[in-house]
């Protein structure tokens, strides 16, 4: 019992410290990932010598993290934002990791002497962006839906195709003409696993009568989870599964929508604390000095070659203009996931499994302290940024899913051209109200005549079905001033006069 009551201390403690860190990452502009690894490699053996060495566990831990993780990218992914985006995130996902398996294995076979197969595994670990890091990162940058939507599918649906392919090269098993019709059945057949049950568990919840709100997010949950467990048994991609039922179920008329994803979220959060503590636990800081070098020289050809290289082959066929890719060249954020990658190739017996967890870990860190820290800036200087982005905030107070209704946060950034503007000349369309200003920390409740001011934060109360048009509203006033009335659609411009 005392080792039972020293272990869940032990846990609860790095649980709030994790949740705390999020607040002082934020500050620093730091991912709180790297917060997150440095709380483990603090416990590890190098400084407050907690021993743990067990790959398999670590591996195991991982992938439960994982699916965590993507059903909370699923559950909070809005299909409207990313529909848009569906052709170029599915070919960053598949052609995109073609690409750039090809260039970092070529690139590391000639620089730093590794087999031809041996090289390829290291660039099929390497290849995989990372749902936890975007899903947390990037939302906090404010780039255009389509944008965002792009980098947020690559991310839920790359991991798939990569952890077979890395399963394939770290294997003894001769790679023949029918490896590709392989994986291509069972990235289709956990699509298909993934969409049936999320239709089958939003029908489902629809129609029960829980005794309890609480239990609607833990059976949502639980569909996410069991998705992945019957793509698995059924030899399908149970990680595409996990993602696309997430992505149904969060997009279905499910009762206490916003419960569901609420609880998702911070189930998230607790897999990403746990999973990138464990992590920094596993590392060995002695072992990780020899692998500083190979680390910079697969970093260096990843950020310079292959990573731009991949995205102009994926995103050229959808004429994405040259500014969205180089942000997307350098949005292809790691973390977690090619760590995982690297014990599954580790624990598969791969001659060079062993350096590769160790390269990998510190190359995490140094992109994630490069790419993960700039992102906003290069967003800015590539004129992607869109500061005044409208997004949801969590709302436990008001039954807005009983009514219909979503709650945006609009912030006025400095240099803004909704600075100015009347309410009046706002125009939202019907059933969509700006119910609240707060102004110099102070809120009040505005009318027409209110006029807007930079740093003002808006919150607009809308019905779903007018959702879409608020937010195209808000966001053409903010690329055109007053004038945005005389481009608008009829859709946006029929509001309130």
Not at 3 to 25: D, K, N, P, W, Y
Not at 445 to 451: G, L, Q
Request: with cysteine; charged share 15%.
């Amino acid at each position: 019992m005392a080792s039972l009551e020293i272990t869940l201390g032990v846990v609860a403690a790095v649980v709030l410290l994790g949740v705390f860190a999020v607040r002082v990452s934020v500050r620093l502009g730091l991912p709180s990932l790297l917060v997150y690894l440095g709380i483990g490699i603090l416990l590890g053996e190098s400084v407050l010598g907690i021993e743990f060495s067990d790959a398999k566990l670590t591996e195991s831990i991982g992938w439960a993290a994982l699916v965590l993780i993507l059903a909370e990218g699923g559950l909070t992914t809005r299909w409207t934002a990313v529909r848009p985006s569906l052709g170029v995130g599915v070919a960053l996902a598949t052609v995109a990791v073609a690409v750039s398996i090809g260039v970092v294995g070529v690139a590391l076979h000639l620089l730093l002497g590794l087999d031809w197969r041996a090289a390829f595994l290291w660039g099929a670990v390497l290849s995989s962006t990372d749902a936890a890091a975007v899903f947390s990162v990037l939302r906090g940058v404010g780039v255009s839906p389509r944008l965002a939507g792009m980098l947020e599918l690559e991310s839920g649906t790359n991991d798939a195709p990569v952890v077979l392919t890395v399963i394939l090269l770290a294997s003894t098993d001769p790679i023949t003409w029918l490896t590709p019709l392989l994986v291509a059945y069972e990235l289709a057949a956990g699509g298909i696993i993934g969409g049936l049950f999320g239709l089958g568990g939003a029908w489902a919840l629809r129609r029960a009568a829980l005794p309890a709100t609480g239990l609607y997010p833990v059976a949502a949950l639980a569909v996410c989870v069991l998705a992945y467990s019957a793509g698995q048994l059924a030899h399908a991609s149970g990680l595409l599964a996990v993602y696309v039922a997430a992505l149904v179920l969060g997009n279905s008329d499910l009762p206490h929508r916003a419960g569901v994803r609420s609880f998702a979220e911070g189930m998230g959060w607790l897999a990403q604390i746990g999973l990138f503590v464990l992590l920094g636990l596993f590392a060995s800081p002695p072992r990780l000095v020899e692998a500083i070098v190979p680390a910079l020289v697969a970093g260096v050809v990843l950020i310079v070659a292959a990573r731009p290289l991949s995205v102009l082959a994926a995103a050229s066929p959808f004429r994405v203009p040259w500014r969205e890719q180089a942000f997307l060249s350098w949005a292809g954020l790691r973390g977690a996931v090619p760590i995982v990658f690297a014990l599954i190739a580790f624990m598969e017996g791969a001659p060079t499994g062993a350096a590769l967890v160790d390269v990998v870990f510190v190359l995490v860190v140094v992109l994630t302290l490069i790419q993960g820290t700039t992102l906003p800036w290069v967003a800015r200087r590539l004129g992607v940024s869109r500061t005044a982005e409208p997004r949801q905030i969590s709302v436990e107070v008001a039954p807005l899913d009983e009514l219909s209704a979503d709650l945006l946060q609009v912030r006025v950034p400095v240099g803004s051209r909704l600075r100015g503007v009347y309410l009046r000349e706002l125009r939202l369309p019907r059933g969509a109200t700006v119910s609240l200003v707060v102004r110099d920390g102070e809120g009040f409740t505005p009318s027409a005549e209110t006029r807007l001011r930079e740093r003002d934060q808006l919150l607009v109360v809308t019905t779903v079905e007018a959702r879409q048009a608020a937010e195209d509203r808000i966001r053409a006033v903010d690329e055109r001033g007053r004038m945005a009335r005389w481009h608008a659609g009829p859709d946006a411009a029929g509001g309130r006069g």
